[in-house]
């Protein structure tokens, strides 16, 4: 493991060249440019406060910066799955012609990923800070307990990227055993997305015990808490909240290294 490590890391210059590339194409002849990245949350979030502030009364100061957290985070995750699949097939001209660990074809995704998340978590914490802490939940916060919690997203960004690239090892060696992974992987986000608290918070269900089991659950739950508390409690999260990221990080890098080692040499055949 030390020296496959070793060995993404000589061709870091290959596979960083990759990424930059990947960006430019993007935003290619685009006036815009980066802050398409931006666009698809900041719309979503609008239509969601309009909607569940009028029809459930929700607070806009406190709601806004949750949901718009909770879509950054969603993009982020929704990519590595989709844009996953296909990693391992856009790098197919290269897996060819140089033998290079095929680790670096998921990173070059989970990368271009986590650029577009680093822009959304800035202005996220740029909303959270304008907005302030929500007291109704932590009533002694103030904005210098956001500032100086500030810096606990460095290790949730790390673990962020970990998780990333395990799922698109994943997604990508299963779409190229399975070509309608892709499709399915999109079907299957639409329904996961309604059971992880993006929009809603988990306490609203609190009279109805097994969805409020089922939601806490959910695996995605430790790494939303880990970027809102931060951000919109202005407190670091708590160790468990930690530990329980970890082990699914741990978990999913365990799986996704076994599956590459066991699909490694025969990848070139079914591309």
Known sequence: MHAYLGAIWNCRFFWLSLVKMDLRSRYRGSMLGIFWSLLHPIAMTAILCVVFSCAFGQDLRSYAPFVFTGLTFWGFFGATLVQGCLCFFQGESYIR???APMAIYPLRTVLGAAFHFSVGLGLAIVIGLLAGPDLDRNPSATRLHQLLALPSL???CLLLLLFGWSLSIL???LNVRFRD???LVEIGLQGLFYLTPVMYRIDAFKDKHRLTLLLQCNPLVPF????????LLGRIPSVTTYAL???V???LGATAAAALWIEERRLIFHL
Do not use: S
């Not at 939303?224 to 951000?231: G, M």
């Open 97 to 99: 012609q140089h033998p």
């Open 154 to 156: 460095l290790p949730t």
């Open 171 to 173: 997604t990508g060696l």
């Open 181 to 183: 992974t892709r499709y």
């Open 224 to 231: 939303l808490d880990l970027i809102r508390e931060p951000i």
């Open 245 to 247: 990221a970890t082990a």
């Open 249 to 251: 990080v741990l978990l």
